[in-house]
């Protein structure tokens, strides 16, 4: 290989060591990757820079607009209404799972698990069912509805500009469905038939006398010559809390732990509770105490004052830095009254906490939190506690028609779907559906940019010699097999991939090398653009794959391996569906 190769080669692996390490974010990442293969002359500056001429990362900022637009103004509300009337046993998970995979085809699979998250948590607590039953099969269900259209996902987008950057017909709105209806079709059968097996029952040693419920730690104060102060535990109403129990109490740097029924509370003590989110603010208007965290924060009028859980995701800067060097408070005006993780609670002080992803904080703020930070990239999913049902505004009929016209005039041919998309945002900001900063706001600028500078890395890959020096061994170790084994390799390295990085980051960086393999075998390169969307698009085995399974892993209490046990027959299910269906519809 030529020296261009073997760096480029470098910083390949740079990059991926930067994204698994979490030293930058994605577009940091990605953009430094690309600088770093323009400097020297690896691309041109018109090949580094291509990616921001391609209609797909356009097309995926005017989906976000529209993404928002579908949560603001409600119009899947009778959606939800209908999932939440849906019984209780298989026939309710069917129900859902189908639903959601349905609905995902058509709009983008964050907003939707965003909304339903809440929504299934509270129905899951009036019936004393499990989360951890419906939050991963819901998350699941969304990535296979990814893969049933053109906009169901942004690989399928990524691979269509991909198939355009070389010269290829850009893939059709339900070309791809060829291929994701079947795999979606025995997805949602295995999620219904297989999740109420193996997935555990995420609750408490005491949920076999109460309802099960997610713990999280939690740290108040005995506030001087309040109504606790020199009573006993007991006496105070804090040895038999229903839902919460006292885990210690510290004074003057010692901690008392076991907490007896007859210890007198001085004031001044800190007091620490384990217990189920909903009970955390019952318990903040007991007499006597109060949150370490609370009075720190703002001074709220009453009424003001809201309870959030708000989830961590993958691209988060809190991630790695503890509570109180995050500056908390004072960056985002709430205080964090409790931290879960993993279906275990976070027995530290709250300052001292390392965050990480997939952590549920459990906040306290004013009623703009949400709005202020729902489509940041600090939080992944934010729900007020104890929800209200989502209710369809006067404008939700606007969005339902934008929505259905970018679908038809893509899926018909009478724009291509960037026209559409771009013409569908205007068209909400102008009949003020969405406000214009409002869209701004709902473009995640990271992953436009991510998707935008890994296209030059693209290039790179081609224009080094280094995609077809891959093609070649990977030629010469799967030649024996033929296209189907060479088929198989790339898919198989997609899925792993996928894994470790973004997956819009792995069609990028696979899908030039697929081509060179396509060229020199004689190969339908389209046939390998294809395979890499459906296999990048259907993440099942981390809760750092994919943005839905990020959502659910804190509410769900979710731990990694817990994954693996409905994520591997998921994951075979796509991949010989891949192989069974590409090469019949799209010959190698």
Known sequence: MSWEAWYTLAVIVATIVVFVRGWLPPAGAMMGAMIAVLVPGVVTPEQALSGFANPAPITIAALFVLAAAVDKTGVLAPVVDGLMRGGTGRSGLARMTASTAAVSGFLNNTPIVAMLVPQIEAWCRTRGLSPSKYLMPLSFAAILGGALTLMGTATNIVASGLLRAAGEPELGFFEITWVGLPIAIVGVTVIVLLAPRVLPDRRSPSAAVEEGFREFVFDMKVLPGGSAEGRTVEDAGLRHLEGVFLI??????????????????????????????????????????????????????????????????????????????????????????????????????????????????????DNGFKARWENRRDFLLISPLRPAPPVATSKAPVVALVAAGVVIVTAVGWLPMVASSLLGAAILVLTRTIAPDEARRAVDLDVVVTIAAAFGLAAAIEQSGLGAALATWMVGVAEPGGQLALLAAVVLATIFLKEIITNKAAVLLLTPIAFSIAVETGGNPRSYAIAIAVAAALSFLTPIGFPTNTMVYGPGGYRYADYLRLGIPLTLVAFFGIMLVVPLRWPL
């Open 248 to 365: 210690e109490i510290e004074r003057d740097g010692e901690t008392i732990a076991p907490v007896g029924p007859k210890t007198r509370l001085r004031g001044g003590d800190g007091v620490r509770f384990a217990g189920r989110a909903t009970d955390v603010v019952d318990l903040m208007a007991m007499d006597g105490l109060a949150s370490t965290e609370h009075d720190q924060v703002f001074e709220l009028p009453i009424g003001e004052v809201r309870y959030y859980e708000a989830v961590i995701g993958a691209d988060s800067p809190l991630i790695g830095v503890s509570v109180r060097q995050s500056g908390f408070r004072g960056r985002y005006q709430a205080a964090i009254v409790a931290v879960h993780r993993a279906g275990r609670r976070v027995d530290a002080k709250i300052g001292d906490v390392e965050l990480r992803v997939g952590d549920t904080l459990l906040l306290i703020a």
